[in-house]
């Protein structure tokens, strides 16, 4: 029996799509060893949230409140997860791979003396094993790691992984916890936090993505890209050839050190499929790309190649997407 801990955000007071995707792979791991998902959420824990991580497959709901909580601060987030690991008891602790996920899974991993998997794509029992699957080698190779002791901290890379599917009605036991921390944790504080300036749909969660790279050589042709994502109710990506080059922001970025998609459509346009850009959109379920030249490898992934200039094709298909909207 595999009992998993998975570490819970908000979004407009419902569970986060990184949560769901939390979720999903806990929910199918215990139900393949007869165990039980329990989530923690730290602060405030508003019903629409319990409620949802109950219908999206937790049995169990952990709540914990603490001043020191209120500011993200590492060290407290460090100190109470181990706290509530330690009543809750799990084989298996799993957080998004982002940037919390990243400062706090090591030090929890350090403090309960666990086992610890970072960028996971993939978990699954084998038997009493537990089996982890990540990339390597700069997304070159996928390894599969067998936990050799439990507990096992693991953050799973965001956009990997099904999301939890939601069952309306289902219930589960809400656990309020009374943490004991040392005012001396807070040792940092959150001086500023910067929204990331979005337009139209976010990367991450759009259906459809295009994305352009070193082959549109320069800022002007992403206009084009943006009016197709646009015309797609999808977002615009980029490689990070072109976002080294300033030709667009940073935030734009698909690949193993940025951004995680896996859109219904990824186009690339102009990109010649790098492995770290690979990494970073392989799990999109259809993939389109146009490039000049018949080598590249992001033919190798993509479902439909097109071996020709974008400067000729693109206008065409821009003009078919507004015959059709």
Known sequence: MTDVLIVASEQGNLPSQNTLELLGAARRLADATQGRVKAVVLGAAPTPLTAGLFACGADQVFRAEHPLLAGRQGDAYVAALAQIAAQAAPQVILLADDSCGKEVAPRLAHRLNAGMVTEVLAVE???????????????????????????????????????????????????AVTLSLDPSLARTRLVQKVAEEVRGVKLENARVVVSGGRGLKGPEPFKQLEELAQLLKGAVGASRAATDAGWVPASWQVGQTRKTVSPDLYIAVGISGATQHLAGMTGSKTIVAINTDPDAPIFKVAHLGIVGDYKALLPKFIEKCRELT
Request: hydrophobic share 45%; charged share 25%.
């Open 125 to 175: 029992a084998d038997g009493p094993a537990m089996l982890f699957r990540r990339q390597v080698y700069g997304g070159r190779a996928i390894a599969t790691l067998a936990a050799q002791r439990f507990p096992v901290v693991a953050t799973v890379k965001p956009r990997s992984m099904a999301p939890a599917a939601e069952q309306a009605g289902r219930r589960g036991e809400e656990i």
